[in-house]
Structure formats: structure tokens, C-alpha cells
């Protein structure tokens, strides 16, 4: 045991030491960022700016999507429709000309309201290759010049994917690994069958590493995750949270066996008080720092904290021991970030909710601009910066103090979440990919 934690404290201190670099070498190499926490290390991006002022370039773009780009030096890389093709894209980062279009596959799917289509999962980069995962079930995988490396069909090979709204999942990139979640299922109230799988692959060849059944109660469409996994580590533990069906589960990285699992997140519960709810999907994915993981639910739900220790084994579902806190309220889609000392919620309607991380009590509520959010919050350089589907992006000083500092109208609506690189703050909406840097 002792050797086993001697290697991950080893493995820890590569990836404080790689997010150090990573911060100085201004890479964002997935949709959270170097630690996948939606916090960046950089300084001196512009805090003031609008559609036209400190506007390096302005890329239009061949379709909507609300996939957040990612980033390795010179390059851009980010996934979009274009008609019924779905299409990933390479752009320089000097001047925002686009350097190659590869079209992954066909099969466009818009979801409701115009609130996403199957460009909705976002890429990640290692600097030498580029993955992008599609709503209809396609991953492949390219060269930084846009030459194919493999593909599968992950419909073909773990089950067709059935899904209201189209498989929006981001895989996580981690070391030599993708891992994956696909949590759904028939929605249909007579039909049992359920087809949720977590999944790890070799980035360089797309091999099949593991694959487990994610086995719930689910009914329904709660059945249905448009979550993303998240990976967690200290000094003393490594597991992939995986979040969908009415439970968060953690899995052992090596053969992705479950290690626990905690549910009643859907009530009539401890938990949860409120009636069990048959369209109960979980769509913002789980924040993690060494020692908690933030657990939002959907709708009316709760946010549940949860104590990383010895008891966060087997089904945790009812142990007060790992219960940190519950918080009443939560956000729908926007996933946390969690940041000396406290947790920022944004909801759908544009409050934002500040809860203390130790205590779950809220310090603060505040509304922002009025509209429909389904952008997680970036934090770079003290302020927590998010956009709306009308195209607004709210900047908030981080800090128990609420100040609003400023609200932008790109007037362009804005699903995907900003992102910072090389001293330029990033913002895709729906129209065009816009480059923020001092001029």
C-alpha cells in the first residue's frame, strides 16, 4: 500500500507540476482547463472589453454548437455543425484564419429550442493529437494537421446510444487515456432495458481498455446524463466520478470496477424530500477538490457534498459520514467551480449562488442578467466570467463580496464556456469564435 500511495503522490505532483506548465506554456487542452476545474493561472487578460474594443479577430464560424474550445499554442481547435455535417475545426491563433476543416460524420441533431445540437461535446489536445467526440456517437481522433488517426463508432461497439437530446458527454483526457461516459436508456415507462457504460480507452489507437455497465434504478428519462465525467485525486486516492441516473459513482482508473456509489439524489429521500420525478436527467457534471466532490442534481433538486475519506466506499447512499453538506438549491447545467474556499452554482435563470465549501451555507444569491445560462463559469485572474443564450457575458468578482463588474452584449447567443490561452480570453458563440487580448 505504501508503494501504491508513494505513485500516486508521484502522479500528483507531475500534474501540479504539468498544470504550472501549463498555465506558463497558456495551453487549455480541454473543456475545464489544465485541472479541469474551469480555473485559469493566467494574468493580465483584459478587464475591459466588448464586440468591438480589445477584439484581436473575429472567426465566423459554419454552424452553432455549444462545444468549448480547446487550445495548444498556435492552435484552436473546436468542434461544429455545418448543415447535417458535423465538422471539427483548426484555427491560428494569431489571426483566427482557419487552417483545416475535417468533417467527422453526418447526422446533425438540433435539441430543443435551439439549446445544443450533436456538436455539443467539446475536444481535448495533447499538443500532438486532437479528439472529438460527436453527439451521434462517432470519437475519432487527429493529427494537430488534420490527418485522421482512427475513429470508431461508439454505437458499434458498446450499444446504440439512445438519448432524448443526443449524447452530449465530454470524455476526459487524462495521461494516455480517454475515458468515457454513456449513461442512458430507452424512455419509455414500461421498458426497463438500460444501457449506461463508463469506459476507458488508449488515446493513440482507440483500443478498448475497459468498459463496465453502469447498472441503476433509473426510470424513465432519468435514465438519461448529459453529464461528463470528472476525474478526482489527492494524495492518496484516484477514481473517475461519474454522474447520471439518479447516482454518482466513483471508479477505480485501472479496470474501472465501482469503488462506491451514492444515490437517492432523485427523492422522495434523505437526500432529497421532494416527489421522485420521472424526467429527473442530470446535466451539470460534479466539481472535485482533494477532499470533496460537489454533486448538482437538476430541476429542484439538491447540491450534495461529499466527504472524500475511508467511508466513501460501497454504496454511501445513507452514511452521514460522507455527507459534508446539502444545499437546497442547484444548477441545472452549469457545472461548479470551486475555489479558495467556496463553491459557485450558476443557474439557469442567471443567479449566481456563492456556498461556503466547508459549511454548504450560502454567502450569497445574486442574480446576474436575466436569461437562460448553460455555461459553466470561468475564473481567471479574481473574476468569474460566464455568457447567456441572448449573448450576454457576465463578469462577477470572485470573493464572498457579490460585485457584478460588468455586463457585455456580444448579441450573440453563447452556449459554450469561456476559456483563456495565451493571454487571450476565448468566447464561441453560436456565430463566431471571438479572440479578447490587450491590443
Known amino acids: 500500500m505504501e508503494d501504491r500511495r508513494t505513485d500516486i503522490v508521484a502522479v500528483v505532483a507531475a500534474l501540479v507540476l504539468g498544470a504550472a506548465s501549463a498555465g506558463r506554456a497558456d495551453n487549455w487542452p480541454q473543456w475545464r482547463g489544465p485541472l479541469n476545474d474551469g480555473i485559469s493561472t493566467e494574468h493580465g487578460v483584459p478587464t475591459s472589453w466588448s464586440k468591438t474594443v480589445n477584439v484581436a479577430w ?22 461544429s455543425n455545418e448543415g447535417d455535417d458535423l465538422v471539427l475545426l483548426c484555427v491560428a491563433a494569431e489571426n483566427g484564419s482557419i487552417k483545416w476543416k475535417r468533417t467527422a460524420c453526418s447526422g446533425n441533431q438540433d435539441a430543443r429550442a435551439g439549446e445544443g445540437n450533436s456538436a455539443s461535446p467539446s475536444p481535448s489536445t495533447d499538443g500532438e493529437h486532437v479528439w472529438a467526440f460527436f453527439g451521434t456517437g462517432i470519437l475519432a ?59 476507458k480507452l488508449d488515446k493513440k489507437t482507440g483500443r478498448t481498455i475497459w468498459e463496465v455497465d453502469r447498472v441503476t434504478d433509473a426510470q424513465f428519462e432519468c435514465k438519461h446524463s448529459y453529464a461528463s465525467p470528472m476525474l478526482y485525486r ?19 482508473l485501472e479496470d474501472g470496477r465501482e469503488l462506491w456509489r451514492f444515490g437517492g439524489l432523485n427523492g422522495p429521500t434523505a437526500t432529497n424530500p421532494k416527489p421522485h420525478d420521472q ?8 466539481g472535485v477538490v482533494p477532499g470533496t466532490i460537489i454533486i448538482p442534481t437538476c430541476k429542484s433538486g439538491p447540491t450534495v457534498a461529499l466527504r472524500v475519506n475511508d467511508d466513501l466506499v ?14 437546497p438549491l442547484t444548477p441545472d447545467v452549469s457545472t461548479p467551480v470551486i475555489h479558495d474556499g ?19 451555507k450560502d454567502v450569497y444569491v445574486k442574480r446576474t442578467h436575466t436569461s437562460q445560462h448553460r455555461t459553466s463559469p470561468l475564473l481567471v485572474d479574481g473574476r468569474l466570467s460566464f455568457g447567456s443564450n441572448d449573448g450576454w457575458v457576465s463578469v462577477v468578482r470572485a470573493g464572498r463580496d457579490f460585485e457584478l463588474l460588468d455586463s457585455i452584449d456580444i448579441g450573440e447567443a453563447i452556449t459554450a464556456s469561456l476559456l483563456v490561452a495565451n493571454g487571450t480570453l476565448y468566447i464561441r458563440s453560436y456565430d463566431a469564435l471571438y479572440a479578447i487580448r490587450a491590443n
Open 314 to 327: 460501497g454504496d454511501c447512499s445513507d452514511k452521514a459520514a460522507v455527507i459534508r453538506w446539502i444545499n
Open 141 to 199: 481522433c487527429y493529427a494537430v494537421d488534420g490527418a485522421e488517426v482512427w475513429r470508431l463508432d461508439t454505437n458499434e461497439r458498446f450499444g446504440p446510444i439512445d438519448i432524448q437530446f443526443g449524447m452530449t458527454s465530454t470524455p476526459v483526457l487524462d495521461g494516455d487515456f480517454l475515458y468515457l461516459q454513456l449513461i442512458h436508456g430507452p424512455m419509455k415507462l414500461d421498458d426497463q432495458t438500460r444501457t449506461g457504460k463508463v469506459i
Open 234 to 252: 489527492d494524495d492518496t486516492r484516484e477514481f473517475l466520478v461519474a454522474h447520471g441516473a439518479d447516482c454518482t459513482t466513483g471508479h477505480a
Open 279 to 286: 424526467t429527473f436527467r442530470l446535466v451539470a457534471s460534479p
Open 342 to 360: 467556496l463553491v459557485y452554482l450558476l443557474h439557469k435563470d442567471g443567479k449566481l449562488q456563492c456556498v461556503d465549501l466547508e459549511t454548504g
Open 58 to 79: 473575429r472567426t465566423p464560424l459554419p454552424g452553432r454548437a455549444g462545444a468549448t474550445p480547446c487550445v495548444w499554442g498556435d492552435r484552436i481547435y473546436l468542434t
